[in-house]
């Protein structure tokens, strides 16, 4: 009767596990996967019942959630040893190599504990299992140092865009009279809620050290003598330059659409790039050079990782990283030409392209009306959001690449090169049409005829009908070189194709892709209108075939990028955009005619000429919108100094008739580059 529960023991044991014990291993593994995977709560559902007894789930999945989502954990490999069984203990030796957001990748060695209870092997955890140097009491904290965004630079050095002190307006508590007043006053001049105001200075630090700088808005770099003084008369207000860096643009709106802005990164930007190290505080590229090279520009956080004791002792550092400036970027621009043009075009819409036509390298690129930039680093307000986003002259938009135009007569030259190239005319062809006002060219003409301005008597061959601009003489030689020939020769040259450059630019378009060929189309397309559409700086790089012999240069706007210790990265060589797209001895046909509508008392472009300086141009102007009651004013110009060559291009939004002044402005330009 004694040995009964011995056998009721076997046959439980043969209808169980068979009596084996259980595996140490699997619940090793188990714990090191849900660890991997992140999952908290399954680790604590196999610690022991003594490690429970130590720390709550809550508790334990908030520390390892708190822990790692600090670090931004991105990876976990976890390589295990040799387990160690010795009766209701083992011991599971493993190495973890941790991926993380913040410093770089680091590994340690750990043991992972184990006890049989009640049959099943459970996890003895203590705090050495989260890094192994950890002690009960011990924290784990992460401290960032901040780094400086690249340096945008023009090719002389001088800045561009960099980082530096902005100012706080805030307050010390203990300093303000009449909070109430306070608040009531600071609220517009800041364009803040007076509830947030409140919320701040009702923070618990914030009651707790009454005589500490509490900061509540931040600033622009250049804000005026006039807004400080207002905002000093209120009793208790303080600004502080120290409190916090930020973006500054010293040229302000002179070369905002090149520079650019930065912003405070937004949610969904957050959510695609936080594993790219970006976080809620950080500042991104939005326009020009600040966007296009973002990567390039952004500094790295560095960050130390450590231990911390009971008494708030740096204890031990577990891994750090040294934080990283951003790379500078000098560009090609040339300041005191970029000023000079911008002050050209002021109280006007449009754009001035300014570029070495011999390199390709742009020294100035205007667009008018422009906007202070350092409005947006410390947060637009409000109101001036809307100003500038309601502003009917959409001043953000840069015109120089943004905005395409008809290029009206600016484009006659490559007509005639298409003409001179397929013998559909030589320099002596004269266009007895020409003579008159206007020309229908068949009894099939179903659109307006074609009307030329006036000019001066004489045969209009392709000397005359240049200089003078003939739209006459245009549309018939156009009509003459035929559908093909000229969608073929204007593609060669560069219309409809994508123009490579830092910046995006629009695409270029010869016709729309819906419209069908047509005789009209063709006429007006001839001299630059119908539906050809083009921007400033694509027009401003087809010119310099004139200059270098048939070939086009490709728009550099990069000169050079540097390492944070000045280091030269990369240095951006002149490079041809196309090949000969025009024959050579059409190129020495053409450009005595360029150099003639600027020298010739007869030349559109007569007003350009500068005693002592060659200069080849050519003058356009393009009816827009449904009455003509609006044009676009062309003109690209350029030197044929050989050391020291510049070409301009001006398109401006004017209403018709007015567009003359795009002369002044170029003159003005060149006459302040060679003085």
């Known amino acids: ?66 822990i790692f989502s600090a670090i931004r954990l991105e990876k976990l490999e976890i390589t295990p040893d040799e387990i160690v069984v010795e009766k209701d203990n083992a011991y599971l030796p493993f190495k973890a190599v941790f991926h993380t957001g913040t410093v770089e990748s680091f590994e340690f060695q750990y043991t992972l504990p184990l006890v049989l209870e009640s049959g099943e092997w459970k996890i003895v955890w203590s705090p050495s299992l989260i890094f192994p140097m950890m002690e009960e009491g011990d924290k784990v904290r992460i401290i960032s140092s901040d780094a400086n965004r690249g340096v945008i630079a023009d090719r002389q050095g001088n800045h561009l865009a960099v980082d530096g002190s902005a100012y706080t307006v805030g307050a010390k508590p203990d300093a303000i009279p009449d909070i109430d007043e306070f608040i009531a006053s600071l609220a517009p001049l800041v364009e803040m809620d007076e509830q947030s105001i409140h919320n701040i ?78 976080m809620a505080e950080d500042l991104i590229g939005r326009q020009g050079i600040e966007s296009a090279l973002e990567d390039m520009l952004r500094g790295r956080r560095g960050y130390t990782l450590y231990i911390e004791d009971q008494d708030k002792n740096q204890k031990s550092i577990i891994a750090e990283t040294e934080s990283q400036n951003g790379n500078d970027v000098v560009l090609t621009i040339d300041s005191n030409v970029q000023a000079t043009a911008y002050n050209a075009i002021k109280g006007y819409r449009g754009s001035i392209v300014v570029l070495n036509p011999a390199t390709g390298e742009v020294l100035a690129l205007v667009s008018h009306p422009a906007f202070d930039p350092n409005m947006f680093p410390v947060g637009l307000s409000t109101s001036a959001w809307k100003t500038i986003s309601e502003d009917p002259e959409h001043p953000l938009i840069n015109r120089s690449v943004q905005s395409l135009y008809p290029p009206g007569s600016i484009f006659k030259p490559f007509t005639a090169a298409m003409a001179l190239e397929t013998g559909v005319i030589d320099p002596q062809t004269v266009v007895a049409e020409a003579q008159n006002q206007e020309w229908i060219p068949s009894q099939e003409w179903s659109a307006p005829p074609i009307k030329r301005v006036p000019h001066p008597a004489g045969d209009v061959n392709l000397h005359n009908a240049i200089i ?29 194709t994508p123009l490579p450059f830092t910046l995006p630019v629009k695409d270029s378009q010869l016709k729309n892709s819906s419209t069908q060929w047509s005789d009209p189309l063709l006429a007006n397309s001839s001299y630059g209108q119908g539906e050809m559409l083009a921007t400033p700086l694509q027009m401003a790089t087809m010119y310099t075939a004139f200059y270098n012999q048939g070939s086009m240069m490709l728009p550099q706007l990069i000169k050079e990028i540097r390492s944070p210790s000045g280091e030269i990265i990369e240095s951006v060589n002149p490079k041809l955009w196309k090949e000969e797209v025009i024959p050579q001895q059409h190129i020495q046909t053409l450009l005595p005619m360029l150099v003639d ?79």
């Open 1 to 66: 009767m004694k040995k009964a529960p011995i056998v009721i023991a076997i046959l439980l044991c043969i209808l169980t596990a068979g009596c084996a014990k259980p595996n140490p291993m699997d619940a090793a593994d188990s714990y090191l996967d849900a660890w991997i995977q992140q999952k908290h709560q399954e680790m604590y559902n196999i610690l022991s019942s003594g490690s429970q007894e130590i720390i709550d789930e809550q508790a334990f999945t908030d520390r390892y959630n708190r």
């Open 201 to 278: 200075l009702n923070q618990k630090w914030v009651k707790d050290n009454p005589d500490q700088f509490v900061p509540i808005k931040n600033l622009p770099f250049n804000i005026s003598e006039d807004y400080k003084n207002e905002l000093l008369k209120i009793k208790g207000v303080m600004l502080s330059s120290k409190s916090h860096t930020t973006r500054q643009y010293p040229m302000e709106e002179i070369s905002a659409h090149i520079t650019g802005y930065v912003q405070k990164i937004n949610q969904e930007e957050l959510e695609k790039k936080a594993s790219e190290g970006y």
């Open 468 to 496: 003078w601009s003939d739209n006459i003489y245009f549309a018939w030689t156009g009509l003459r070189l035929g559908y093909e020939n000229f969608e073929s020769l204007a593609q060669r040259y560069g219309i409809g």
């Open 597 to 675: 509508t600027v020298e010739n008392p007869t030349g559109t472009a007569h007003q350009v000429k500068i005693p002592g300086l060659t200069i080849a141009g050519k003058t356009g102007t393009a009816q827009v919108g449904s009455d003509n009651e609006s044009e676009i004013g062309w003109f690209v110009g350029f030197t044929l100094d050989n050391e020291n060559p510049l070409l301009v291009c001006i398109a401006l939004e004017v209403p018709a008739g007015e567009g003359g002044v795009k002369l002044e402005m170029a003159k003005k330009i060149f006459s302040e580059y060679y003085k």
